[in-house]
């Protein structure tokens, strides 16, 4: 009979009692429930149950689907002691069976985990316990720490390589003196000594080859099977096979067949490609170290009238902060004072600096260029534009895509079935092909071990997640996890929200018809409104004269009236003029031309006379037209969706070359569109602010968020594309196209190794340390061949 055990959960969107109560029920009705209690208070679930009925995760699964939400942590651990992708997957296993964790993830390449846990029930100390009693080292993830841990660990790996290489390369040289080809090689007679090569193997074998035996005795004691086990098997049968020839040969006399000199030079061998590995694995983490150090490490803080020097950890959210021309922004902020122009290429991809004024808001790493400002202090931190950017680009690495679920249960199964094929092989060789000679059969099992070592497997997938999506988040594309940078080569349809993404999302000025003379007297006037559509025109009519206005009027609907200068100003509708006795009949139909454009016309009256007018429109951005076109040319079906009217809705459009207009549409209609569009077996990915546009990017099989820094954070796309540019999502396409292509180049030349590798071993063509030598070159050449995509432009 199963013991009884007992959880509690931290319970999200309780109102009333009748949610508490309704929580209770839920959960009292699942099999293997033996009481839950819900305390609205408390804003807590405790539930005693069957563990062998149901788990946790069963009862948050329940929360959820009643519609609350259950409080959870996400922390991330740096890793240490993993050797290939079964040690991943076994720690990974352990994780997600403990009681309060939601998901486990651990990625071997980034040598790091992320665990998402109940509060409640656990802390950072139990996942940290838990891997060590896996057999692993676990430490939370700070940025200092996991630099230093990686650098550690190449000087660790550097010194045992070449210790390891000073050591073996007598018994290479004596090796070659057994081959009658190379017996024209002088080779010491000492090197052909048993006890000299024992003193040579032995440091080798036990010492610096001390991690394969650690690591496969903690593998063994949880019942799985690694890399380790492989290396520590066929090591041991070279080293101590050897060991017993080298007693036998005592009183003998005459050259004795040893093989101390494959035990060595596969240790070696093994170590080398350890080496290059935790090199590129360096290497393929650059993006965030590049991202790291943008950001400035001091700021000049204004205290007590005074400025003073601070580290930016110190700046809190409402600093005033001095920033001279030519230095870094320290934190997100808004320009109390000063005007400049800053370099924003860091965060948007645009080289052209931006006039910044009192007022306007500015991102922590840019550049100011050529004024003084003062800035307070808005978000630090963790808060910042720059940190969330980080935070983003480490998630996307530090995640697993669908493709790596295949090469985990490969890996998993790989290694029992791989100690079997190689004791199948001594068996036929010893029993069968050669009776009798057991050193024949075992160097044959000694190479299938080493050859089919899985390292290469289990590196195939993160490191080209790695490398693609820090190379795209220099570019200014963020994916925010492995599985959105897999799917987005699948899409084959884009929709386009209109405003802010294909075009600018604020109105200007676009056409004058009319002597230019009476522009001043309409901008005095619309400066006095509040009107977005006066802005525009205040914004894009630069005169030099500054007229007084009195008596101005806002008439709802029609436009505006007022006294500028002494002349009476009307600005508005075809319905004021009238209502006025303008004469406008002659220009109508240029009018009705404009508006056939999709622009906006406001005619103006000065004096009681017709005197000309302005059309204004959200123009389409510069980058619109050529983005919209790479999609199509990569075969995709483009749409726009907006809720404008649809004679202005297809004119953008005609102007952008979309052909498939869904116009007159709600916000909150836009996701039913992506869904009807999805139910015609569509792959869709929404385009749009992120602002009204997040239940369509939620719904969309890709959500992409167009802006700037200031959408990093926004939980409703998968994609953030930085630079506000329609380019980026063909980037954003071909990033994901070349990611998936070179992790399936590496499964194939992973695979492949062990596929060729084993049989032409099992047979005898390959000896052991050639087969240690393919072995290692397989990890390196996955790992460098994901680091080609670091060079993509």
Not at 97 to 106: D, L, P, S
Not at 179 to 193: A, K, L, Q, R, W
Not at 261 to 280: D, P, Q, R
Request: hydrophobic share 45%; charged share 20%; glycine share 8%.
């Amino acid at each position: 009979m199963s013991q009884t055990k007992e959880t509690t959960f931290q319970v999200t969107g309780m109102t009333c009692a009748a949610c508490s109560n309704r929580i209770e029920r839920g959960l009292n009705k699942m099999d293997g429930v033996e009481e839950a209690n819900v305390n609205l208070a408390l804003e807590r679930s405790t539930v005693k149950y069957d563990p062998s009925v149901t788990n946790p995760k069963a009862f948050e699964e329940k929360i959820e689907k009643l519609g609350y939400g259950v409080v959870r942590e996400k922390a991330d651990f740096v890793i240490t002691g993993m050797t290939c992708a079964a040690c991943s997957n076994r720690i990974e296993k352990g994780l997600n069976k403990m009681e309060g964790v939601f998901k486990a993830n651990v990625n071997l390449a980034l040598e790091s985990a992320t665990v998402e846990y109940n509060p409640s029930v656990m802390s950072e100390a139990d996942v940290i316990e838990k891997v060590g009693k896996l057999g692993y080292g676990a430490s939370t993830k700070r940025e200092k720490s996991e630099v230093d841990h990686r650098e550690k660990a190449i000087k660790k790996q550097q010194w045992k390589f070449f210790v390891s290489l000073l050591l073996s390369l007598p018994l290479l040289w004596a090796m070659v003196g057994h081959f009658s080809f190379t017996s024209f090689i002088y080779v010491p007679e000492i090197f052909m000594n048993p006890w000299f090569q024992l003193t040579l193997a032995t440091p080798v074998q036990l010492i610096i080859g001390m991690q394969f035996y650690v690591g496969a005795f903690k593998a063994l004691r949880n019942k799985s099977a690694n890399m380790d086990v492989l290396v520590a098997l066929g090591t041991s049968a070279a080293y101590f096979y050897s060991l017993y020839l080298s007693f036998q040969s005592l009183g003998h006399h005459g050259a004795t067949q040893l093989y101390y000199e494959t035990s060595a030079i596969l240790i070696t061998l093994i170590l080398l490609g350890k080496l290059f590995e935790a090199k590129a694995k360096g290497r393929s983490s650059e993006a965030i170290k590049k991202l790291m150090g943008l950001q400035a490490k001091t700021a000049l803080v204004v205290r007590n009238g005074e400025e003073t020097e601070v580290p930016i950890e110190e700046i809190t959210r409402g600093d005033l902060i001095s920033v001279r021309p030519g230095e870094k922004i320290p934190v997100d902020g808004r320009i109390i004072d000063g005007r400049s122009a800053v370099d924003e290429s860091m965060l948007t991809g645009e080289s052209i600096p931006v006039d910044k004024f009192p007022g306007d808001e500015v991102i922590g790493a840019t550049i100011n260029k050529n004024g003084f400002l003062k800035v307070e202090a808005t978000k630090v931190g963790k808060e910042t534009a720059l940190a969330q950017i980080i935070k983003v680009v480490e998630e996307a690495q530090g995640s697993k895509a669908p493709i790596q679920r295949m090469a985990d249960k490969i890996s998993g199964i790989f290694v029992p079935i791989v100690v079997g094929l190689a004791v199948l092989t001594f068996i036929i060789w010893y029993f069968v092909v050669q009776p009798g000679d057991f050193a024949g059969a075992l160097e044959k099992l000694i190479a299938v071990l080493v050859i089919a070592c899985p390292c290469a497997l289990g590196l195939a997938t993160p490191t080209s997640i790695m490398a693609g999506s820090g190379r795209a988040a220099e570019k200014g594309i963020l994916f925010k996890g492995g599985e959105h940078l897999e799917a987005t080569q699948g899409i084959t349809t884009i929709v386009l929200d209109k405003t802010g993404t294909i075009t600018k999302g604020e109105p200007e000025v676009t056409d004058i018809i009319g002597d230019k003379s009476f522009l001043p007297y309409v901008r005095a006037a619309e400066k006095q409104s509040e009107h977005p559509l006066a802005a525009a025109i205040v914004r894009g009519l630069e005169v030099d004269m500054e007229l007084s206005v009195s008596n101005f009027e806002t008439i709802p609907g029609y436009g505006i009236k007022a006294d500028v200068q002494g002349e009476n100003v009307l600005v508005g509708t075809v319905r004021l003029m009238n209502d006025h006795g303008i004469a406008i009949e002659p220009i109508l139909e240029e009018k009705n031309r404009l508006e056939a454009e999709g622009k906006t016309v406001m005619l103006a009256a000065v004096g009681g006379q017709y005197a000309g007018m302005i059309a204004v429109a959200d123009t389409m951005k510069e980058s619109s037209k050529e983005g919209i076109r790479r999609l199509q040319q990569l075969g995709l079906d483009v749409l726009m969706i907006t809720g404008d009217n649809r004679l202005t809705a297809e004119a953008i459009a005609k102007q952008a070359g979309i052909k498939h207009v869904i116009a007159e549409v709600l916000p909150e209609q836009k996701a039913n569109e992506v869904k009807a569009l999805q139910a015609q077996g569509k792959k869709v990915a929404m385009v749009g602010d992120g602002i009204n546009d997040a239940p369509a990017l939620a719904t969309a099989d890709i959500g992409m968020a167009i802006g700037t820094g200031a959408d990093v954070a926004m939980e409703a796309a998968d994609i953030t594309l930085m630079r506000g540019d329609l380019n980026g999502i063909a980037d954003a396409v071909h990033m994901s196209k070349l990611t998936i292509r070179n992790i399936k180049q590496n499964l194939f030349w992973a695979m492949g190794y062990n596929t060729l590798g084993i049989p032409i071993a099992a047979i005898g063509l390959l000896a052991p340390w050639v087969a240690g030598a393919a072995m290692a070159f397989s990890s390196v050449s996955v790992v460098l061949n994901a680091l080609r995509l670091q060079r993509v432009k």
